[in-house]
């Protein structure tokens, strides 16, 4: 903190520096600057320890000056200066100039254009708009890589689905979606192409994700297994969606059939339902018209 004596050396000196010295550019733009801080704020100027270092530098004089951080609480008498003063001349060696920050330049494999140039405006634009261009490019293939992890993560549904061949005819929500191709998730559950889960009517297998007992556990893994087996061998394959027995106005939502759709699979012209209810993989599972009945689980005893 400056006081109202030193607020008053400074301005006097500064204006003599600039009216009888020769100061660089930049010597005379501090000086003006100082100046101005003077002016405007007295003894509430701050300045930073480089700034007093080079206003002391280029104000020195004969005359001996208290340290500016230190006010002295001995005496309140006002302090005197000498009228007459000698300007020493300015010497490059014993100037401090300010420190000159620069871009910091970016190392990269790339080699990314410099934002900053010395001279042409038009190319500066030019690398500015490079840079922008290889920033998102960055960005793309970061998200590029995200998307790439996470779409691999497997749920807890489709852990054991297997991938079937794609046939044609992509489905859709009509009533029937003729041959489809799909993914299976247990015995009774498919995945169409399109994301839509459908719960396969008629018939209940053994559950193999959550199951009661190890012996559903077992018997679940191999009404999927059969189910595979009976697809990818078919010569025809058909997938028809029906309605599922739930409450008007509730289809499609979690309310009916936890969000699933409903529908039968044929396979060379037979339902697959009686093929694993003949072979002991899957039980008789008939719903009414708004709502089903217990869900049949007979393989826990």
């Not at 010295?21 to 501090?30: G, V």
């Not at 003077?38 to 020195?60: E, F, M, P």
């Amino acid at each position: 903190m400056l006081d109202e004596a030193d607020v008053a050396f400074y301005q006097r000196r500064i204006e003599e520096v600039l009216r009888d010295s020769s100061p660089t550019e930049w010597q005379r733009q501090f000086l003006t600057d100082i100046s101005r801080k003077l002016n405007r704020y007295g003894a509430k100027t701050r300045l930073s320890d480089k700034q007093v270092a080079i206003l002391k530098r280029l104000t020195q004089s004969p005359v001996k000056r208290p340290p500016l951080e230190t006010v002295s609480a001995q005496s309140d008498q006002p302090r005197h200066h000498s009228s007459t003063s000698t300007v020493l001349p300015f010497k490059k060696s014993h100037i401090e100039r300010p420190r000159i920050i620069r871009p910091m330049r970016v190392q990269n494999p790339l080699h990314p254009p410099r934002l900053f140039r010395r001279s042409g405006a038009g190319r500066t634009i030019s690398a500015v708009k490079g840079w922008v261009a290889i920033s998102l490019m960055a960005m793309l293939m970061v998200f590029g890589l995200i998307g790439t992890f996470t779409s691999g993560i497997p749920n807890a549904e489709d852990r054991a689905e297997t991938s079937l061949p794609v046939v044609a005819g992509a489905p859709t929500k009509a009533a029937s979606v003729g041959r489809a191709s799909f993914t299976i998730t247990d015995g009774d559950t498919i995945r169409l192409n399109d994301g839509t889960r459908v719960r396969l009517v008629g018939f209940n297998t053994p559950e193999k994700f959550e199951p009661q007992c190890s012996a559903e556990a077992a018997l679940g893994n191999r009404a999927s297994a059969r189910l595979k087996e009976l697809v990818t061998g078919a010569g025809t394959t058909e997938v028809n969606l029906v309605p599922c027995a739930c409450k008007p106005g509730t289809e499609g939502t979690k309310r009916c059939n936890y969000g699933r759709s409903c529908g039968t699979l044929s396979v060379d012209g037979r339902d697959v339902g009686q093929t694993l209810i003949a072979e002991g993989l899957a039980v008789s599972f008939i719903c009414g018209a708004t709502r089903c009945p217990p869900t049949p689980r007979p393989w826990c005893g």
